[in-house]
Protein backbone atom coordinates (compact mmCIF):
# COMPACT_ATOMS: atom_id res chain seq x y z
CA UNK A 1 0.00 0.00 0.00
CA UNK A 2 2.82 2.51 1.33
CA UNK A 3 3.60 2.15 -2.63
CA UNK A 4 0.60 2.90 -4.14
CA UNK A 5 0.19 6.11 -1.59
CA UNK A 6 3.74 7.22 -3.36
CA UNK A 7 2.72 6.78 -6.87
CA UNK A 8 -1.01 8.43 -6.11
CA UNK A 9 0.99 11.85 -4.43
CA UNK A 10 2.02 13.38 -7.86
CA UNK A 11 -1.07 12.52 -9.45
CA UNK A 12 -4.00 15.15 -9.19
CA UNK A 13 -7.69 13.45 -9.02
CA UNK A 14 -10.31 16.39 -10.56
CA UNK A 15 -7.69 19.34 -9.50
CA UNK A 16 -6.56 18.19 -6.67
CA UNK A 17 -3.02 18.61 -7.58
CA UNK A 18 -0.11 18.02 -5.32
CA UNK A 19 -1.20 15.64 -3.10
CA UNK A 20 2.39 15.26 -1.67
CA UNK A 21 3.57 13.62 1.12
CA UNK A 22 4.94 16.26 3.54
CA UNK A 23 6.48 16.24 7.23
CA UNK A 24 4.68 18.85 9.06
CA UNK A 25 1.37 17.11 9.04
CA UNK A 26 2.46 14.30 11.05
CA UNK A 27 3.06 16.78 14.30
CA UNK A 28 0.97 19.21 15.76
CA UNK A 29 2.48 21.97 13.93
CA UNK A 30 0.00 23.95 12.15
CA UNK A 31 -0.32 23.64 8.10
CA UNK A 32 0.92 26.08 5.56
CA UNK A 33 -1.41 28.75 4.50
CA UNK A 34 -1.09 32.06 2.24
CA UNK A 35 -0.80 34.21 5.29
CA UNK A 36 1.28 32.44 6.53
CA UNK A 37 5.72 32.35 6.11
CA UNK A 38 7.58 29.71 4.70
CA UNK A 39 9.68 30.17 7.21
CA UNK A 40 6.95 29.81 10.20
CA UNK A 41 6.03 27.03 9.20
CA UNK A 42 9.15 24.72 8.06
CA UNK A 43 12.39 24.02 9.67
CA UNK A 44 15.00 24.54 7.94
CA UNK A 45 14.70 27.15 5.01
CA UNK A 46 17.85 29.14 4.66
CA UNK A 47 16.45 30.97 0.65
CA UNK A 48 12.30 30.53 0.46
CA UNK A 49 12.04 32.05 4.36
CA UNK A 50 10.07 34.52 3.04
CA UNK A 51 7.98 33.23 0.41
CA UNK A 52 4.01 32.60 0.90
CA UNK A 53 3.84 28.96 2.95
CA UNK A 54 1.65 27.59 0.77
CA UNK A 55 3.68 27.86 -2.52
CA UNK A 56 6.12 25.65 -0.75
CA UNK A 57 5.38 22.15 -1.93
CA UNK A 58 4.36 23.93 -5.24
CA UNK A 59 7.70 25.20 -5.58
CA UNK A 60 9.44 21.73 -4.35
CA UNK A 61 6.95 20.23 -7.73
CA UNK A 62 8.45 22.38 -10.20
CA UNK A 63 11.89 21.78 -8.98
CA UNK A 64 10.87 18.03 -9.24
CA UNK A 65 9.30 18.62 -12.90
CA UNK A 66 12.19 20.55 -14.36
CA UNK A 67 15.02 17.82 -13.25
CA UNK A 68 13.13 14.84 -13.67
CA UNK A 69 13.73 13.49 -10.39
CA UNK A 70 12.26 12.15 -7.38
CA UNK A 71 11.76 14.12 -3.93
CA UNK A 72 14.45 11.89 -2.24
CA UNK A 73 16.53 12.96 -5.41
CA UNK A 74 17.77 15.83 -2.47
CA UNK A 75 15.80 15.00 0.28
CA UNK A 76 16.13 12.16 2.99
CA UNK A 77 12.87 10.12 2.69
CA UNK A 78 10.49 12.07 5.39
CA UNK A 79 12.88 14.03 6.63
CA UNK A 80 12.37 17.06 4.81
CA UNK A 81 14.47 19.51 6.75
CA UNK A 82 17.84 17.32 6.51
CA UNK A 83 20.65 18.66 4.46
CA UNK A 84 22.15 15.47 4.00
CA UNK A 85 22.24 14.99 0.26
CA UNK A 86 24.47 16.99 -1.92
CA UNK A 87 21.88 17.93 -4.73
CA UNK A 88 20.26 19.66 -1.95
CA UNK A 89 22.68 21.95 -0.94
CA UNK A 90 23.46 22.43 -4.94
CA UNK A 91 19.37 23.40 -5.34
CA UNK A 92 19.40 25.92 -2.74
CA UNK A 93 23.16 27.75 -4.69
CA UNK A 94 20.40 27.10 -7.70
CA UNK A 95 18.02 29.41 -6.36
CA UNK A 96 20.32 31.72 -5.36
CA UNK A 97 21.44 32.43 -9.07
CA UNK A 98 18.39 32.27 -10.19
CA UNK A 99 16.84 35.20 -8.24
CA UNK A 100 20.18 36.97 -9.12
CA UNK A 101 20.02 36.35 -13.06
CA UNK A 102 16.26 37.77 -12.85
CA UNK A 103 16.40 40.60 -10.47
CA UNK A 104 19.90 41.85 -11.92
CA UNK A 105 19.23 41.18 -15.85
CA UNK A 106 15.41 40.75 -16.30
CA UNK A 107 13.79 43.51 -14.36
CA UNK A 108 12.92 41.14 -11.65
CA UNK A 109 10.64 39.17 -13.97
CA UNK A 110 10.66 35.56 -14.17
CA UNK A 111 12.06 34.89 -17.34
CA UNK A 112 14.49 32.16 -16.20
CA UNK A 113 13.95 29.43 -14.29
CA UNK A 114 15.21 25.80 -13.16
CA UNK A 115 13.29 24.82 -16.79
CA UNK A 116 15.54 26.95 -18.93
CA UNK A 117 18.57 24.80 -18.38
CA UNK A 118 17.65 21.59 -17.00
CA UNK A 119 14.51 20.77 -19.24
CA UNK A 120 14.00 17.68 -17.64
CA UNK A 121 17.38 16.52 -16.69
CA UNK A 122 19.64 17.21 -13.29
CA UNK A 123 22.47 17.56 -15.91
CA UNK A 124 21.98 20.50 -18.08
CA UNK A 125 22.89 19.62 -21.52
CA UNK A 126 26.29 22.16 -23.02
CA UNK A 127 26.52 21.09 -26.47
CA UNK A 128 24.07 21.83 -29.05
CA UNK A 129 21.57 18.43 -29.99
CA UNK A 130 21.71 17.21 -33.52
CA UNK A 131 17.79 16.83 -34.41
CA UNK A 132 16.48 13.35 -36.40
CA UNK A 133 14.82 16.05 -39.16
CA UNK A 134 16.42 18.60 -40.93
CA UNK A 135 16.35 21.92 -38.44
CA UNK A 136 14.88 25.14 -39.69
CA UNK A 137 16.52 27.99 -38.71
CA UNK A 138 15.09 31.30 -37.65
CA UNK A 139 16.51 34.50 -39.77
CA UNK A 140 14.96 37.11 -38.13
CA UNK A 141 13.89 37.94 -34.07
CA UNK A 142 11.20 35.62 -33.43
CA UNK A 143 9.43 38.23 -31.44
CA UNK A 144 9.13 40.05 -34.87
CA UNK A 145 7.65 37.68 -36.70
CA UNK A 146 4.19 37.95 -37.42
CA UNK A 147 2.12 34.83 -35.56
CA UNK A 148 0.14 32.89 -37.65
CA UNK A 149 -3.84 34.66 -37.63
CA UNK A 150 -5.36 34.06 -40.41
CA UNK A 151 -9.14 33.08 -40.39
CA UNK A 152 -8.62 33.35 -36.54
CA UNK A 153 -12.03 32.87 -34.99
CA UNK A 154 -13.90 34.87 -32.55
CA UNK A 155 -13.90 33.19 -29.17
CA UNK A 156 -17.80 34.05 -29.16
CA UNK A 157 -18.04 31.98 -32.20
CA UNK A 158 -16.22 29.14 -30.72
CA UNK A 159 -17.92 28.81 -27.10
CA UNK A 160 -21.37 29.68 -28.88
CA UNK A 161 -20.33 26.36 -30.84
CA UNK A 162 -19.34 24.48 -27.69
CA UNK A 163 -22.28 25.25 -25.73
CA UNK A 164 -24.26 24.18 -29.07
CA UNK A 165 -22.20 20.87 -29.23
CA UNK A 166 -23.01 20.13 -25.13
CA UNK A 167 -26.52 20.13 -25.91
CA UNK A 168 -27.56 24.06 -25.71
CA UNK A 169 -28.04 26.28 -23.24
CA UNK A 170 -31.27 25.59 -21.64
CA UNK A 171 -30.63 21.78 -21.37
CA UNK A 172 -26.76 22.77 -19.83
CA UNK A 173 -28.94 25.15 -17.62
CA UNK A 174 -31.14 22.72 -15.74
CA UNK A 175 -28.12 20.12 -15.04
CA UNK A 176 -28.34 20.55 -11.81
CA UNK A 177 -25.77 17.83 -10.44
CA UNK A 178 -23.82 14.54 -11.74
CA UNK A 179 -23.59 11.25 -10.32
CA UNK A 180 -20.63 9.00 -12.09
CA UNK A 181 -19.02 6.48 -11.26
CA UNK A 182 -16.13 4.15 -13.36
CA UNK A 183 -12.46 3.57 -12.74
CA UNK A 184 -9.37 5.59 -12.46
CA UNK A 185 -6.58 4.23 -13.93
CA UNK A 186 -2.79 5.24 -12.81
CA UNK A 187 0.13 3.42 -13.51
CA UNK A 188 -1.85 0.09 -15.11
CA UNK A 189 -3.65 0.06 -11.84
CA UNK A 190 -7.31 0.15 -11.18
CA UNK A 191 -9.51 1.22 -8.90
CA UNK A 192 -13.16 1.71 -8.36
CA UNK A 193 -13.83 5.58 -8.35
CA UNK A 194 -17.60 7.92 -7.09
CA UNK A 195 -17.56 11.17 -8.24
CA UNK A 196 -20.28 13.90 -7.28
CA UNK A 197 -20.07 17.35 -8.97
CA UNK A 198 -22.52 20.07 -8.36
CA UNK A 199 -23.17 23.13 -10.78
CA UNK A 200 -22.13 25.24 -7.96
CA UNK A 201 -19.26 24.11 -7.88
CA UNK A 202 -19.07 21.49 -4.80
CA UNK A 203 -17.29 18.26 -5.79
CA UNK A 204 -15.92 15.08 -3.74
CA UNK A 205 -14.21 11.99 -5.25
CA UNK A 206 -13.67 8.81 -3.74
CA UNK A 207 -11.11 6.28 -5.08
CA UNK A 208 -11.55 2.99 -3.32
CA UNK A 209 -7.76 1.80 -3.12
CA UNK A 210 -6.92 -1.83 -2.08
CA UNK A 211 -9.08 -1.75 1.64
CA UNK A 212 -8.94 2.34 1.89
CA UNK A 213 -10.25 5.33 0.29
CA UNK A 214 -8.96 8.14 -1.00
CA UNK A 215 -11.74 10.86 -0.74
CA UNK A 216 -10.78 14.70 -1.79
CA UNK A 217 -14.19 16.80 -0.87
CA UNK A 218 -15.01 20.42 -1.54
CA UNK A 219 -17.49 22.15 -0.12
CA UNK A 220 -17.18 25.60 -2.09
CA UNK A 221 -14.91 27.58 -0.29
CA UNK A 222 -13.15 24.93 1.61
CA UNK A 223 -12.03 21.57 0.87
CA UNK A 224 -10.34 17.90 2.67
CA UNK A 225 -7.94 15.42 1.04
CA UNK A 226 -7.73 12.28 2.52
CA UNK A 227 -4.36 9.81 1.74
CA UNK A 228 -4.49 6.60 3.27
CA UNK A 229 -2.03 6.72 5.75
CA UNK A 230 -1.88 10.23 6.03
CA UNK A 231 -3.82 13.11 8.39
CA UNK A 232 -6.79 14.42 6.40
CA UNK A 233 -5.04 17.95 5.01
CA UNK A 234 -6.93 21.04 3.71
CA UNK A 235 -6.78 21.87 0.29
CA UNK A 236 -4.54 24.60 -0.81
CA UNK A 237 -6.02 27.74 -2.72
CA UNK A 238 -4.74 26.38 -5.89
CA UNK A 239 -6.40 23.24 -5.48
CA UNK A 240 -9.47 24.60 -4.84
CA UNK A 241 -9.22 26.88 -7.88
CA UNK A 242 -8.52 23.74 -9.95
CA UNK A 243 -11.25 22.21 -8.96
CA UNK A 244 -13.47 24.67 -9.68
CA UNK A 245 -12.48 24.52 -13.33
CA UNK A 246 -13.27 21.03 -13.43
CA UNK A 247 -16.49 21.51 -12.55
CA UNK A 248 -17.07 23.81 -15.20
CA UNK A 249 -15.79 21.58 -18.00
CA UNK A 250 -17.85 18.95 -16.37
CA UNK A 251 -20.81 20.73 -16.69
CA UNK A 252 -20.13 23.02 -19.86
CA UNK A 253 -20.70 26.23 -17.64
CA UNK A 254 -20.78 29.62 -19.46
CA UNK A 255 -16.65 30.45 -19.96
CA UNK A 256 -17.33 33.97 -19.73
CA UNK A 257 -18.62 34.47 -16.15
CA UNK A 258 -15.83 32.64 -15.13
CA UNK A 259 -12.72 33.95 -17.56
CA UNK A 260 -13.51 38.24 -17.69
CA UNK A 261 -11.61 38.09 -21.19
CA UNK A 262 -10.92 35.66 -24.09
CA UNK A 263 -8.42 35.64 -26.31
CA UNK A 264 -7.68 33.89 -29.20
CA UNK A 265 -4.14 31.82 -28.71
CA UNK A 266 -3.42 29.95 -31.76
CA UNK A 267 -4.71 26.63 -33.81
CA UNK A 268 -3.17 23.15 -32.72
CA UNK A 269 -3.41 19.80 -33.88
CA UNK A 270 -3.77 17.13 -31.10
CA UNK A 271 -3.90 13.40 -32.66
CA UNK A 272 -5.93 13.67 -35.58
CA UNK A 273 -8.19 16.73 -34.35
CA UNK A 274 -7.79 20.18 -35.58
CA UNK A 275 -8.47 22.48 -32.37
CA UNK A 276 -8.83 26.32 -31.67
CA UNK A 277 -6.74 27.39 -28.57
CA UNK A 278 -8.41 29.96 -26.65
CA UNK A 279 -6.76 31.72 -23.40
CA UNK A 280 -8.77 32.24 -20.45
CA UNK A 281 -7.25 34.89 -18.66
CA UNK A 282 -7.94 36.29 -15.16
CA UNK A 283 -6.99 39.04 -13.20
CA UNK A 284 -3.56 38.14 -10.68
CA UNK A 285 -3.90 34.25 -11.91
CA UNK A 286 -2.45 32.66 -14.91
CA UNK A 287 -4.08 32.19 -18.01
CA UNK A 288 -6.19 28.56 -18.63
CA UNK A 289 -5.65 27.27 -21.91
CA UNK A 290 -8.52 25.51 -23.74
CA UNK A 291 -8.35 23.48 -27.22
CA UNK A 292 -11.92 23.35 -29.01
CA UNK A 293 -12.28 20.78 -31.63
CA UNK A 294 -13.39 22.66 -35.13
CA UNK A 295 -15.38 19.60 -36.01
CA UNK A 296 -17.23 18.68 -33.04
CA UNK A 297 -16.78 22.04 -31.22
CA UNK A 298 -16.29 20.07 -28.08
CA UNK A 299 -13.62 21.19 -25.75
CA UNK A 300 -10.39 18.34 -26.11
CA UNK A 301 -7.98 19.52 -23.78
CA UNK A 302 -7.59 22.19 -20.90
CA UNK A 303 -4.26 23.44 -19.70
CA UNK A 304 -4.15 24.81 -16.40
CA UNK A 305 -0.60 26.68 -14.51
CA UNK A 306 -0.73 27.01 -10.56
CA UNK A 307 1.58 29.31 -9.32
CA UNK A 308 5.12 28.54 -7.17
CA UNK A 309 7.78 30.52 -6.14
CA UNK A 310 9.88 29.21 -8.38
CA UNK A 311 7.57 28.55 -11.54
CA UNK A 312 4.42 27.87 -12.97
CA UNK A 313 3.12 23.69 -12.81
CA UNK A 314 1.27 22.61 -15.73
CA UNK A 315 -1.70 20.46 -15.13
CA UNK A 316 -2.97 19.11 -18.79
CA UNK A 317 -6.53 17.60 -18.80
CA UNK A 318 -7.57 15.98 -22.28
CA UNK A 319 -11.40 14.82 -22.66
CA UNK A 320 -12.98 12.63 -24.85
CA UNK A 321 -15.82 10.27 -24.81
CA UNK A 322 -18.14 12.60 -24.98
CA UNK A 323 -21.74 10.69 -24.54
CA UNK A 324 -25.48 11.72 -24.01
CA UNK A 325 -26.59 11.81 -20.83
CA UNK A 326 -30.50 13.10 -20.99
CA UNK A 327 -30.02 16.11 -23.24
CA UNK A 328 -26.58 16.96 -22.25
CA UNK A 329 -23.23 15.34 -23.68
CA UNK A 330 -20.96 15.26 -21.27
CA UNK A 331 -16.85 13.65 -21.12
CA UNK A 332 -16.96 10.25 -20.10
CA UNK A 333 -13.03 9.68 -20.30
CA UNK A 334 -10.41 12.06 -19.34
CA UNK A 335 -6.76 11.89 -18.25
CA UNK A 336 -4.75 14.38 -16.42
CA UNK A 337 -1.36 15.22 -16.86
CA UNK A 338 1.47 16.78 -15.12
CA UNK A 339 5.36 16.76 -16.06
CA UNK A 340 5.94 13.91 -13.57
CA UNK A 341 2.79 11.26 -13.88
CA UNK A 342 -0.74 11.08 -14.95
CA UNK A 343 -4.30 9.50 -14.27
CA UNK A 344 -7.36 8.83 -16.20
CA UNK A 345 -10.77 8.28 -15.55
CA UNK A 346 -12.88 6.14 -17.52
CA UNK A 347 -17.11 6.70 -16.65
CA UNK A 348 -19.35 3.95 -16.87
CA UNK A 349 -22.91 5.27 -15.14
CA UNK A 350 -23.53 8.52 -15.22
CA UNK A 351 -26.95 10.02 -13.52
CA UNK A 352 -27.68 13.44 -13.29
CA UNK A 353 -29.87 15.70 -10.89
CA UNK A 354 -30.31 13.36 -8.42
CA UNK A 355 -30.56 13.87 -4.25
CA UNK A 356 -27.04 13.85 -2.81
CA UNK A 357 -26.38 13.83 0.83
CA UNK A 358 -25.12 17.48 2.18
CA UNK A 359 -22.33 15.62 4.16
CA UNK A 360 -20.75 14.24 1.09
CA UNK A 361 -18.99 17.58 0.61
CA UNK A 362 -18.41 17.91 3.94
CA UNK A 363 -15.08 17.50 6.00
CA UNK A 364 -14.53 13.76 5.52
CA UNK A 365 -13.63 11.51 8.85
CA UNK A 366 -9.70 11.44 8.93
CA UNK A 367 -7.51 8.24 10.00
C1 LIG B 1 16.63 19.48 -6.54
C2 LIG B 1 16.49 19.33 -5.11
C3 LIG B 1 15.11 19.21 -4.49
C4 LIG B 1 14.09 18.39 -4.86
C5 LIG B 1 14.03 17.43 -6.03
C6 LIG B 1 13.05 18.59 -3.89
N1 LIG B 1 13.44 19.49 -2.96
FE1 LIG B 1 12.43 20.00 -1.25
N2 LIG B 1 13.89 21.31 -0.77
C7 LIG B 1 15.03 21.54 -1.49
C8 LIG B 1 15.77 22.62 -0.89
C9 LIG B 1 17.06 23.21 -1.38
C10 LIG B 1 15.03 23.01 0.25
C11 LIG B 1 15.41 24.11 1.23
C12 LIG B 1 15.07 25.47 0.67
C13 LIG B 1 15.57 26.59 1.52
O1 LIG B 1 16.60 26.44 2.19
O2 LIG B 1 14.95 27.68 1.50
C14 LIG B 1 13.86 22.14 0.31
C15 LIG B 1 12.93 22.17 1.33
C16 LIG B 1 11.84 21.31 1.41
C17 LIG B 1 10.92 21.26 2.52
C18 LIG B 1 11.02 22.06 3.81
C19 LIG B 1 11.70 21.21 4.86
C20 LIG B 1 11.93 21.96 6.15
O3 LIG B 1 11.16 21.75 7.10
O4 LIG B 1 12.85 22.78 6.19
C21 LIG B 1 9.97 20.32 2.22
C22 LIG B 1 8.80 19.90 3.08
C23 LIG B 1 10.31 19.81 0.92
N3 LIG B 1 11.44 20.42 0.45
C24 LIG B 1 9.57 18.86 0.27
C25 LIG B 1 9.88 18.36 -0.98
C26 LIG B 1 9.04 17.44 -1.70
C27 LIG B 1 7.73 16.87 -1.19
C28 LIG B 1 9.66 17.19 -2.88
C29 LIG B 1 9.18 16.32 -4.03
C30 LIG B 1 7.94 16.77 -4.64
C31 LIG B 1 10.90 17.95 -2.89
N4 LIG B 1 10.99 18.66 -1.74
C32 LIG B 1 11.82 17.94 -3.93
C33 LIG B 1 15.44 20.86 -2.62
C34 LIG B 1 14.69 19.91 -3.30
C1 LIG C 1 21.62 29.06 -15.88
C2 LIG C 1 21.40 27.64 -15.97
C3 LIG C 1 20.81 26.95 -14.75
C4 LIG C 1 19.66 27.26 -14.08
C5 LIG C 1 18.69 28.38 -14.37
C6 LIG C 1 19.53 26.27 -13.02
N1 LIG C 1 20.57 25.39 -13.07
FE1 LIG C 1 20.86 23.81 -11.81
N2 LIG C 1 22.58 23.36 -12.79
C7 LIG C 1 23.07 24.06 -13.88
C8 LIG C 1 24.28 23.40 -14.31
C9 LIG C 1 25.13 23.83 -15.51
C10 LIG C 1 24.49 22.29 -13.45
C11 LIG C 1 25.58 21.24 -13.52
C12 LIG C 1 26.79 21.66 -12.81
C13 LIG C 1 27.77 20.51 -12.79
O1 LIG C 1 27.55 19.51 -13.49
O2 LIG C 1 28.70 20.61 -12.04
C14 LIG C 1 23.40 22.32 -12.50
C15 LIG C 1 23.27 21.41 -11.47
C16 LIG C 1 22.22 21.37 -10.58
C17 LIG C 1 22.05 20.39 -9.55
C18 LIG C 1 22.99 19.26 -9.23
C19 LIG C 1 22.58 18.05 -9.98
C20 LIG C 1 23.49 16.88 -9.66
O3 LIG C 1 23.00 15.90 -9.10
O4 LIG C 1 24.67 16.98 -9.96
C21 LIG C 1 20.87 20.67 -8.91
C22 LIG C 1 20.26 19.90 -7.76
C23 LIG C 1 20.29 21.83 -9.56
N3 LIG C 1 21.14 22.23 -10.56
C24 LIG C 1 19.12 22.43 -9.20
C25 LIG C 1 18.61 23.57 -9.80
C26 LIG C 1 17.40 24.22 -9.35
C27 LIG C 1 16.52 23.77 -8.21
C28 LIG C 1 17.23 25.30 -10.17
C29 LIG C 1 16.12 26.35 -10.09
C30 LIG C 1 16.02 27.03 -8.81
C31 LIG C 1 18.33 25.30 -11.11
N4 LIG C 1 19.15 24.24 -10.86
C32 LIG C 1 18.50 26.26 -12.11
C33 LIG C 1 22.51 25.15 -14.49
C34 LIG C 1 21.37 25.77 -14.10
Known amino acids: ?56 LPSMQFIT ?100 ARGGASALGSLTNLEERGTFESDSRRFPVELYLTKSGQSATTIHLNGTDRISAFEGTTGWIV ?16 ARLDAAFQFGLDLNTIFPEIRFKEFSKLSTAKSVVLSGQRPGLPPVEMYFDITSGLVLRSVYYSTSTLGLNPIQTDYSDYRRVGAVKVPFHWTSSTPTGRFSVQITTVRVNVSIPKEVFSKPRGE
Open 1 to 56: MEKMVTKLRTARFLGFALTLGVAWAHGQTPGPSPEKKSGDVFKNLKVLNDTPSDLL
Open 227 to 242: IPGRPIRVMSSAEMDA
Open 65 to 164: SSLGVHCEYCHVENAFAKDDKKPKQTAREMMRMVEEINRTKFQGKQEVTCYSCHRGSPKPLTVPVIADATPRLASSSVSDNPRDVANQPSSHDVLSKYIT
